[in-house]
């Protein structure tokens, strides 16, 4: 019965990060459902990129205030829980403050005194985020597209953020007062709970003491794992897939347009007289893809699913979008979570069908309008605005492909302009033997 204390944490640890593995494997899964696509080139660009994006932040900071707050909360909270290797240590073998015999005592000092003052930046900067997301009226965190579950999403994340550095702080508060009643040995400095929490614990005995401590502890534990699962169904995914995603990131210059291969080499065979149409493609040459652009998540290629999953909602790209600004229906961040929520959706129909079973739906129409497509500038503010690389303009990109090469339902001024250049070799509606007639004045 002496062990069953780190039985139960074994059980908890082993439950947590397979709970954990599986919700990874599946998101890796549905990924994968869409097309492949060779980002592998420019390796030494693109680990520079993720280093410098992802982990250095570089664009959070573009926003000072909102950028250092979440500097705050993202080294923060990321290095606390390298606390987490003392816990494992100790809730498995029973060991109380093992880090202490390996670090030395001056450098365990130092080490849990800096956790200390991290512990209360990040405290300081989820108390600010909640009340700019809920008292201040940041436009961009709350708009409509926010409300239920994302809006509710991002308040649990603060909470529980908050929630686990108060048990953290109310830990050590507890172990600084029994080890000044010698009742414990003498391991670590608390700079920040030993003078906020510390005379008010002292006023309490030695049981409750040592309650407090072991309940803050194994709730610091548990919060964790909570915390580690809660992610898949979170935006704050994206403290896991944002490395990803700026590593595969699209490093070509904004607004280069990925034109088709297939299509290309059809052009070239229609404007070269001595070309036979009905040649075989060599070998390597591209084949006529089965579909032009996208219709459903099935379309697009598995970079932009990627994308999908680690949109931070934070509407930095809305707050840009001119179409947006302007009063039209179109929100970049609002493209990226309409496709996670088929992404999403999909993934379901194959867990209950063992593979997709058509549900009569698509991301078209049925999830994005025609109409937030057509209103799109392509200006690309909202892939230059994004912090994590994200780029939704290229899901515009693909779906108005398909609307255009599949469906001939593009806007009658696009379509206009299309049989202008097709007839006249140029957009406006004249001869094109007047094309020159502007330079006699």
């Avoid at 390298?82 to 029973?94: A, R």
């Avoid at 005592?105 to 800096?114: C, D, I, L, V």
Wanted: proline share 4%; charged share 20%.
């Amino acid at each position: 019965m002496q062990y069953i204390d780190n039985i139960i944490f074994l059980i908890l640890l082993v439950a947590g990060f397979g709970l954990f593995a599986k919700s990874l494997q599946k998101i890796y899964r549905n990924i994968r459902l869409g097309r492949e696509i060779n980002r592998n080139d420019r390796k030494g660009e693109r680990w520079e990129t993720m280093a410098r994006v992802a982990m250095g932040q570089s664009k959070m900071v573009k926003r000072p205030v909102a950028g250092i707050l979440h500097l705050f909360v993202y080294v923060g909270f990321i290095i606390i829980n390298i606390e987490l290797i003392e816990i494992v240590v100790d809730g498995i073998f029973g060991t109380h403050r093992f880090l202490s015999s390996i670090f030395g005592h001056g450098f365990y000092n130092f080490f849990t005194a800096t956790l200390e003052v991290l512990a209360l930046l990040v405290v300081i900067g989820v108390v600010v985020f909640f009340i700019r997301r809920n008292f201040y009226g940041v436009k961009r965190l709350t708009m409509k597209e926010l409300f239920g579950w994302p809006k509710h999403d991002a308040n649990w994340i603060l909470i529980i953020e908050f929630a686990l550095m108060m048990a953290f702080f109310k830990m050590n508060a507890s172990d600084w007062v029994l080890q000044q009643r010698g009742l414990l040995p003498e391991h670590g400095s608390f700079p920040i709970s030993s003078t906020i929490l510390g005379p008010i614990l002292n006023n309490f005995g030695d049981g409750f003491l040592f309650f407090t401590e072991k309940a803050a502890w194994w709730f610091h534990f548990v919060g964790i794992l909570f915390f580690m699962n809660y992610l898949y169904y979170s935006k704050h995914l994206h403290i896991i897939l944002a490395f990803p995603s700026t590593w595969y990131a699209n490093l070509e210059k904004k607004g280069k347009f990925n034109n088709l291969e297939s299509v290309t080499k059809e052009i070239k065979l229609m404007m070269d007289p001595n070309a036979d149409p009905y040649a075989a493609p060599a070998e390597g040459e591209a084949e006529v893809p089965s579909k032009f652009g996208a219709e459903d998540i099935f379309d697009l290629n598995q970079v932009q699913l990627l994308n999908a999953y680690s949109c931070t909602e934070c509407g930095r790209c809305t707050s840009v979008c001119p179409a947006n600004i302007t009063g039209k229906k179109l929100s970049p961040r609002l493209i990226l979570m309409k496709t996670r929520d088929r992404l999403e959706e999909v993934g379901k129909n194959i867990d209950k069908n063992g593979s997709f079973v058509d549900d009569g739906k698509k991301l078209l129409n049925d999830y994005i309008t025609k109409e937030e497509l057509w209103a799109c500038t392509t200006c690309n503010a909202c892939t230059d605005a994004c912090p994590v690389l994200l780029d939704p303009l290229s899901i515009i990109f693909e779906m108005r492909r398909f609307l255009v090469m599949e469906q001939s339902a593009a806007p009658q001024e696009l379509n206009l302009m299309m049989t202008n250049v097709e007839n006249n070799a140029a957009p406006w509606q004249y001869n094109q033997a007047d094309r020159l007639n502007w330079a006699n004045d």
